[in-house]
């Protein structure tokens, strides 16, 4: 069975401060791992996604992410945040196109940006 | 192109009615798949259609229940309504089952009274 922890229901940081979300995941089988965001009232937004490659991900709106195999991670950042940054933030992993499209969610991170 | 839609946005039910929720996919898209979401459970998945048949399930009773129609268009039902199964609801699509990334709609907000 597929999990994704993430540290922290809740990050506030200055406007221009870097941003760090952390996931963590856990698969039977090489995993595909995504970032979404979600405004209020509204549903996900895909900020990037790894499936094979590069383990170093560029997603929109300036966030990354590093997918490390041997730390079974997958960390959201941002250089420098930006107050429409401020948004609720998923981590999911799903079984790698396997005939299966389920996504398996973290319980989320509510980011805020301080001016 | 159009992203995914779900009608409604928001509804208002009573405990013991009966409620259906509407996903039209992004066009060429033929995986849809629904999720509920709520403060206490997070997002969790409910099911996926594909081609007209239910692929994958999450763990939901039976009252939860869905369709696919031939132009991939999907629809959820809920019978029996519990206070418990206020949420939002969201519909995801894809192009097929082996290209992951999912599109979301806007979700439809399902508050039981």
């Known amino acids: 069975a597929q999990s994704v922890t993430q540290l922290g229901s809740h990050v506030s940081v200055s406007e221009g401060a870097l941003v760090l979300l952390r996931c963590n995941y856990s698969?039977?089988?090489?995993?595909?791992l995504f970032w979404y965001v979600q405004y209020p009232n509204q549903g996900l937004q895909l900020l990037l996604k790894?499936?094979?490659?590069?383990?170093l991900v560029k997603g929109i709106n300036g966030f990354e992410a590093e997918f490390k195999k041997s730390e079974t991670s997958f960390h959201l950042t941002k250089p420098s945040a930006h107050m429409s940054d401020a948004a609720e933030y998923f981590c999911a992993v799903s079984s790698g196109g396997g005939g299966s499209e389920k996504l398996v969610f973290g319980k989320g991170t509510k980011l805020t940006v301080n001016p | 192109k159009a992203g995914v839609t779900q009608t409604p946005r928001y509804l208002i039910k009573t405990r013991g009615q009966q409620v259906t929720l509407s996903c039209s996919p992004i066009s060429g898209h033929r995986s849809v798949s629904w999720y509920q979401q709520t403060p206490g459970q997070g997002l969790q998945f409910l099911f996926e259609?594909?081609?007209?048949?239910?692929?994958n399930k999450g763990n939901f009773p039976g009252r939860f229940s869905g369709r696919q129609f031939s132009n991939s268009r999907s629809e959820m039902n809920v019978s029996t309504l519990e206070l418990g199964d206020s949420a939002l609801y969201l519909c995801a699509s894809s192009v097929d089952r082996t290209y992951n990334e999912q599109f979301f709609g806007p979700g439809t907000r399902l508050t039981v009274l």
């Open positions: 259609y594909f081609s007209e048949t239910q692929r």
């Open positions: 790894y499936t094979t490659g590069a383990t």
């Open positions: 698969s039977s089988v090489p995993p595909y």
